[in-house]
């Protein structure tokens, strides 16, 4: 359980942080890793990336309200209810990406991604990204600490798993 909280206060600083941030995705990327993605302002991936998000399945609400505001109530839900995985151009239709390209592009796409951050003042940046973002931390954490307080935490976790292991 505190394992989760400590990821919770994370991604809270991340998302509201005063600055642009940007989430760089190549692979897997389950669970609290899509949580981070979720966070940060601009998120690119690599072509062949995968994203899923499990955490409900065994009872952990990690991230949802974020993951709903970014990619819509009835997107969120699909995505949380199935906890299937799909891909970069899924994500990037959803909105949980921004954009999408190969590795070897990165350098080009942080320095542009850089760049624009550069535009506005910092003050002016700083003030455009708390504008834009719900502040929902207090209810974040008190239902994320909910979702882990029920008994069996443990065990709802290795039953996923388990479940997830081919027979």
Known sequence: ALRFLRIESLLQLIHHAPCATLALVHGACFGAGA???AACALRLAA???RFR???LRFGVALGTRRLAELVGRDTALSLLM?????SSEDALAAGLLTEISAKADWPERVAAAAAAAAVLPSDSLTSLLRLTRADHRDADLAALARSV???????RIAAYLASRSPS
């Open 149 to 155: 307080a029920v008994p069996g935490l443990k065990n």
């Open 47 to 49: 072509p062949d990336s």
């Open 35 to 37: 949580d981070i993605v």
């Open 53 to 55: 998000l499990p955490g």
């Open 82 to 86: 199935t906890a299937r995985e799909f």
